[in-house]
């Protein structure tokens, strides 16, 4: 059990109840949860339906996903759950929009999550003036971060940005480089954005995490289940972060970009090719849940 709670909150990032439950009697707390339609589709109750031949309506699947949150909400700290919209490349802001003020009401500590997109953004925009807390999720870009800066100034709540480290490790350039910016070019605002860095895969995205004292950082169950065996280790004041990949190969480094904080969203160039990929690969796997007419 954790005796010294990090700075940084600890969320899980999956999409099972029982997996939370299991992170919370290891650590003694759990800080929130992230989901998204691919960690849904992954639910154990959801497959076993598929398993037996059941595949599910559209109602069937928004049914799930809201029990499953629902049943996760009351595990969880004040970092909340976040639930993710259904969106393809052609949805637009007003869509998106519906499903969160929808999604929002399921439980009392959601996030909805939004993709870094045009509409994504335009729909957080509009999002927290009825102060629906958002996570604004598949950020692979310094100029993504600044455009959510920008298009949420003024929200009551804190805002997250989700930077996705291990899709760019994946790619070969350094996604902990891009945490690093993000949290450099945050240190000119007013802190209504609140850094999550997610898709951490191995224990020295944890650390380095840390040690960039993020606010919140999500972690899936076996790699906080491996930190526990390892004692929970902390980065110490000598830590550096060896960027490399799976098979050990060094990583590209992400250099930091001067961006002004007081342009318009609309202006950045915030189009990224694992933006667009995130999004269909988050529509594959909901739709491999799916009946084939739903
Ligand atoms: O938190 C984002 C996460 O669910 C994506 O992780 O490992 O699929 O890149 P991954």
New binding site residues.
């Given amino acids: 059990m954790l005796t010294n709670k990090p700075k940084t909150k600890i969320l899980v990032?999956g999409g099972d109840p029982d997996e939370t439950l299991r992170v919370k009697k290891l650590l003694g707390f759990v800080d929130g949860q992230?989901t998204?339609p691919?960690?849904i589709a992954k639910n154990p109750e959801i497959q076993q339906q598929i398993a037996s031949g059941h595949s599910l309506t559209s109602q069937e699947e928004k049914d799930e996903y809201r029990k499953i949150v629902q049943t996760i909400s009351s595990l969880v700290g004040d970092a909340g759950v976040s639930i993710e919209v259904f969106a393809d490349l052609d949805t637009r802001a007003e869509d998106m929009l519906a499903q969160g003020e929808e999604m929002f009401t399921w439980i009392p500590n959601a996030y909805i999550k939004y993709p870094c997109t045009h509409e994504g953004l335009k729909a957080a925009e509009l999002s927290v003036r009825q102060q629906i807390r958002v996570n604004m999720t598949l950020c692979f870009s310094q100029e993504q971060a600044a455009a959510v800066y920008t298009a949420t100034k003024g929200s009551k709540e804190p805002v997250y940005v989700?930077p996705?480290v291990?899709?760019l490790d994946d790619r070969g350039e350094d996604g902990i480089d891009l945490v690093k910016n993000i949290k450099t070019m945050y240190r000119h605002g007013d802190g209504h954005v609140h850094v999550l860095a997610?898709?951490i895969?191995h224990l020295d995205h944890l650390l380095a995490s840390f040690a960039l004292d993020v606010e919140l950082v999500?972690v899936p169950a076996k790699v906080l289940e491996k930190w526990a065996s390892s004692n929970l280790p902390m980065p110490d004041r000598d830590f550096s972060y060896k960027a490399a990949s799976a098979s050990g190969e060094p990583l590209k480094p992400i250099p930091y970009k001067e961006l002004d904080l007081n342009q318009s969203w609309q202006s950045f160039d915030i189009t990224h090719e694992l933006t667009a990929k995130g999004i269909q690969k988050f529509v594959a796997d909901y739709r491999s849940t799916l009946k084939r007419s739903a």
């Fill in positions: 990032d992230t998204n691919s960690l989700s996705f291990g899709r997610a898709s895969r999500t």
